[in-house]
């Protein structure tokens, strides 16, 4: 079975900089895309931020120019840089990888338990 455990959240003032980590680990033969999301109290799950196993990035409007994604495909970790954090950025924020799992052979979707982020003074 695949796990992703996330770290790194918590609370932080407003013009703040935390760093999100997430760490991929079981049964993996291969990790296509891993991404963050998150979700705000009472909105949607939002797409943050992608990155390919290629290392292609995208990241959503509202946190380009201050976040940053990136990942080590040896520790199977991806990492998510946020800078310039808002109190709109405030959300629980979860990891997400589209994993070739090596107990079933499938490519299927994990998800972490996401942690929360916190942007207040």
């Known amino acids: 079975q695949v796990q992703l455990v996330e770290s790194g959240g918590g609370l932080v003032q407003p013009g703040g900089s935390l760093r999100l980590s997430c760490a991929a680990s079981?049964?993996?033969?291969?990790?296509?895309?891993m991404d963050w999301f998150r979700q705000a109290p009472g909105k949607e799950r939002e797409l943050v931020a992608s990155?390919?196993?290629?290392?292609?990035?995208y990241s959503a409007d509202s946190v380009k120019g201050r976040f940053t994604i990136s990942r080590d495909n040896a520790k199977n970790t991806v990492s998510l840089q946020m800078t310039s954090l808002k109190p709109e950025d405030t959300a629980v924020y979860y990891c997400?990888?589209?994993?070739?799992?090596?107990?079933?052979?499938?490519?299927?979707?994990?998800w972490g338990q996401g942690t929360q982020v916190t942007v207040s003074s």
């Open positions: 990155i390919t196993g290629g290392g292609n990035t």
């Open positions: 997400h990888a589209h994993v070739l799992d090596g107990s079933t052979w499938l490519l299927s979707d994990y």
């Open positions: 079981g049964n993996i033969l291969r990790i296509d895309a």
